[in-house]
């Protein structure tokens, strides 16, 4: 969008605007070249980031973790002990993760993350959050009726099934351990690492 | 303070939209932008923790909150406190936002406040962990009762979960209190526990079989002999 004209013409600093270009958009490039002109930030800071989050930081890298500890027992246990220290073996980049705990699903016990407050979420394993996660929508309810929003999100729990809702409210971050599939026992750990999504991984799926 | 950002258990948000499964990070490249100027609070001074940034956006337009989406929240907290701290004005900015297609009738989000602001204190470490002499106060399956006292600035003891019955199931050591560092009093580090509470303990039509869980500092906790106490059941 900001690389772009629309031939209408009048453009400042080398800009202008599609008609669908929303207000926050606008304003944003306008704060951004400020900074630029003040020497607080650099266009390609801009393109780092966009590389960094699209390519190196995600929930490719949660799933590792994930995979890892359907293999391997022991790590299992050091991951749920101090999640912090077990994710140390991958150096991962990307922050907010000072501490991490890891919550294991089991046969009836069911875990879901939220943060009500802000939007907080382990971005080391998890990459960015999908919006919906930032949205009122799960933020109001997921506290308050999580059995009816995870079955409206195709995840419909038997009845007898304990749900654990984790609202991240300090800078402790969460991640679901999901059960790992039937069927799957033979895979190699790189082979379930593929198969395991970032919605299984924040709890509104399963793996 | 009680903001449009404090959304637990609050009703009418409709329902969870997932979207399309493969949208990108960041679907248009300002909200990167926005992201990345995430770090320029401590290049200028205008923050130089998590806790000021958060309160920023707290402070925003309410209406602009749940209108703006998440990067348009963080903008709105970012130009807040830029222009609180004098890097820029919302003249400059908005002059320039109208130069490139903004119209004048635009929600702005920021709502910075005329009196500036608190004076800016370095962390004392890197990160928010932090040590101290003295034993938690609360030890494991110990039942509490969260405050009831709203704080008119940041706070991370949600209004839902206000002046309610839990137990503690994890001590986290200390943390800097976010209360404090927002506000540029300091980080006067406390203990840390989960606390989990009974959906059904937290609301009336709360559902059965389901736990909630808390991370809160020390202070939002009294102890928990309730045996006298005028809202035990």
């Not at chain 1, 929303?22 to 390609?44: F, V």
């Not at chain 1, 300090?170 to 991640?175: G, K, L, Q, S």
């Not at chain 2, 499964?21 to 992201?35: L, T």
């Not at chain 2, 009294?222 to 045996?227: E, F, N, V």
Request: hydrophobic share 35%; glycine share 8%.
């Amino acid at each position: 969008m900001t690389d772009k004209t629309d031939g209408t013409g009048d453009s400042h600093h080398g800009h202008a605007h599609h008609h669908e270009s929303s207000p926050q958009a606008i304003r944003a490039e306008a704060l951004e070249s400020l900074l630029i002109e003040r020497g607080l930030l650099k266009a390609s800071d801009v393109d780092h980031v966009i590389v960094q989050y699209e390519e190196r930081v995600g929930p490719m890298n949660g799933a590792k973790v994930v995979a890892r500890a359907w293999k391997d027992p022991a790590f299992k246990t050091r991951l749920l002990n101090d999640g912090t220290k077990a994710i140390q073996d991958f150096k991962f980049e990307g922050g907010q993760t000072e501490k991490l705990v890891v919550v294991a699903n089991e046969s009836n016990i069911h875990n879901v993350v939220v943060c009500t407050l802000c939007s907080c979420y382990p971005w080391a394993v998890l990459g960015l959050p999908p919006k919906w996660y930032k949205d009122p929508a799960y933020r109001s309810r997921i506290v308050r009726e999580p059995r009816k929003v995870l079955a409206e999100m195709g995840l419909a729990l038997p009845s007898d099934t304990e749900i654990k809702v984790w609202d991240s409210s300090a800078e402790v971050r969460y991640m679901v351990l999901p059960e790992q599939p039937a069927g799957t026992e033979n895979m190699t750990e790189s082979e379930l690492a593929n198969r395991v999504s970032r919605d299984a991984m924040i709890g509104v799926a399963h793996a | 303070m009680d903001g449009i950002h404090d959304l637990g258990g609050k009703q009418g948000h409709g329902k969870v939209d997932k979207g399309q499964p493969s949208a990108r990070n960041f679907a248009e490249r300002w909200q990167a932008a926005v992201f990345t100027m995430s770090n320029v609070g401590p290049k200028c001074g205008a923050w130089t923790n998590t806790d000021t940034f958060r309160h920023g956006v707290e402070r925003i337009s309410p209406t602009a909150y749940l209108t703006h989406g998440y990067y348009g929240r963080w903008l709105g907290g970012i130009e807040t406190l830029l222009v609180e701290a004098g890097v820029v004005t919302q003249k400059e900015i908005t002059t320039r936002a109208l130069a490139i297609g903004a119209k004048e009738n635009d929600l702005i989000a920021a709502q910075p406040n005329k009196q500036v602001a608190t004076p800016i204190k370095q962390p004392a470490a890197q990160g928010a962990q932090r040590s101290l002499n003295h034993a938690p106060k609360f030890d494991i399956h110990t039942q509490i009762r969260t405050t009831n006292q709203s704080v008119p600035g940041h706070t991370r003891l949600p209004a839902y979960a206000r002046g309610k019955t839990g137990t503690v199931i994890k001590h986290h050591g200390v943390w800097v209190f976010p209360d404090s560092n927002a506000h540029g009093e300091g980080e006067q580090p406390q203990h840390l526990y989960t606390i989990a509470f009974r959906a059904t303990d937290l609301w009336d039509d709360g559902e059965h079989g389901v736990q909630v869980s808390l991370d809160l500092f020390e202070s939002y906790l009294h102890a928990g002999d309730y045996s006298n106490d005028i809202y035990q059941q």
